[in-house]
């Protein structure tokens, strides 16, 4: 699908923290580690990731640009929160591998 195609790692987590949607980037940067799955709580998978979505969560913030150390690559996180009627519902994290400081351009 479009969704396992995208580069980024996409996970989406419900207000009880539950895995709803992820794709396979998500899945591979856990490699070594847990491996995220829909219907499972973030809490058991990644516990470092689900306190920053709970933060999320309680500000209806979102977080941009965080570096998370995961078991395959360091990755800068986005964390976007989901709102329905004007509450928080969701969160919605992207997570792309961080690159070397050496292939960065300056």
Do not use: Y
Not at 7 to 22: A, N, P
Not at 42 to 56: A, F, G, N, Y
Not at 77 to 106: C, D, M, Q, W, Y
């Amino acid at each position: 699908t479009i969704f396992d195609a995208v580069f980024e790692g996409v996970m989406i987590t419900d207000s009880s923290g539950i895995i709803r949607l992820i794709n396979k980037t998500a899945q591979r940067l856990h490699m070594g580690g847990e491996i995220p799955a829909i219907g499972v709580p973030l809490s058991d998978c990644s516990p470092h990731d689900w306190v920053e979505v709970k933060r999320v969560l309680a500000s209806g913030q979102a977080q941009t640009g965080r570096t998370l150390v995961l078991p395959e690559a360091e990755v800068l996180v986005n964390r976007l929160p989901l709102f329905s009627h004007e509450k928080v519902i969701g969160v919605v994290s992207t997570a792309a591998r961080r690159l070397p400081a050496s292939a960065r351009r300056t």
